[in-house]
């Protein structure tokens, strides 16, 4: 479990900013990872502002809900840049779903960390064809705190990393759940990837 090395309010004017990445396949608990460390660091009185893509309404158009169906308030953006205008003077900037922003969201993590914030996104590490999800790789590099984290794999048990599409679809980004998609170990995966 993620132990934050700092979570009240700093005395120094000073701020730290930082960069904290959860990333991992469908279904192994990133979003609930990250409302867990949101929900923290309002209870450390931190001011927290969340974020997510206006693509991703899944759940709810506004709110950040993970499968367990633990929500946390949220602004939908349709731009990474908006981020910055909207974190205003606020401790903590929370972001899911971030694959589904252009690779500008590094230059907005940056930004935000370089000012102060911790900065705590959350998304896929990899596509449904098992590649890197841009720009999850550059954001894992510049990142201060890296967690990955695990599903089960549905068809064998054993941990997976890997989100199989269970569709015939081959575009990019489909939003979808258990109807769509399947956490697979590695084997699993390429065993029934065509």
């Known amino acids: 479990m993620f132990i934050e090395p700092s979570i009240g309010k700093s005395k120094s004017k000073d701020k730290k900013g930082h960069i904290e990445v959860i990333c991992g396949s469908m279904f192994s608990g990133k979003t609930e990872e990250l409302i867990r460390r949101l929900n923290r660091?309002?209870?450390?009185?931190?001011?927290?502002?969340?974020?997510?893509?206006?693509?991703?309404?899944?759940?709810?158009?506004?709110?950040?809900?993970?499968?367990?169906?633990?929500?946390?308030?949220?602004?939908?953006?349709?731009?990474?840049?908006?981020?910055?205008?909207?974190?205003?003077?606020?401790?903590?900037?929370?972001?899911?779903?971030?694959?589904?922003?252009?690779?500008?969201?590094?230059?907005?993590?940056?930004?935000?960390?370089?000012?102060?914030?911790?900065v705590i996104m959350a998304g896929l590490d990899m596509d449904f064809e098992g590649n890197p999800f841009e720009p999850m790789p550059q954001l894992l590099a510049i990142a201060e705190y890296v967690t990955k984290v695990h599903a089960i794999c549905m068809k064998c048990g054993d941990l997976a990393s890997y989100s199989f599409r269970l569709t015939a679809t081959k575009e990019k980004v489909l939003l979808g759940e258990k109807e769509s998609y399947e956490a697979r170990c590695r084997k699993c995966f390429y065993e029934d990837l065509k």
């Open 41 to 118: 660091a309002l209870i450390a009185r931190q001011k927290v502002e969340i974020f997510k893509p206006t693509v991703d309404k899944r759940y709810h158009e506004f709110d950040v809900v993970s499968h367990n169906e633990n929500a946390i308030r949220s602004t939908p953006v349709n731009f990474a840049e908006d981020i910055i205008l909207l974190a205003g003077d606020c401790d903590v900037v929370g972001i899911d779903e971030v694959q589904f922003f252009d690779n500008r969201i590094i230059h907005v993590a940056k930004v935000l960390a370089n000012s102060g914030k911790r």
